[in-house]
């Protein structure tokens, strides 16, 4: 695993944290609510494609 991706996923997550506490203050939760939803995609589609390259390793490893 790089370390660029555990640094792209804090950044992501500190981005997303303070923009959300942001909006929570000002009165709009549910913009708040997107915004948390969209980080976690996002972040979930960066950690897909490193497990789809895991598994691409592993089976040319074991020849499948």
């Known amino acids: 695993m790089e370390?660029?991706?555990?640094?792209?996923?804090?950044?992501?997550?500190?981005l997303v944290?303070?923009?959300n506490q942001l909006l929570i203050r000002s009165g709009r939760e549910e913009q708040g609510l997107v915004l948390v939803?969209?980080?976690?995609v996002?972040?979930?589609v960066l950690m897909v494609?490193?497990?789809s390259e895991l598994f691409a390793l592993i089976k040319d490893l074991f020849n499948f």
């Open 17 to 19: 944290a303070v923009l």
């Open 49 to 51: 494609r490193e497990i």
């Open 3 to 14: 370390v660029d991706l555990i640094f792209k996923i804090a950044a992501i997550g500190i």
């Open 42 to 44: 996002t972040t979930m």
């Open 37 to 40: 939803l969209a980080g976690l």
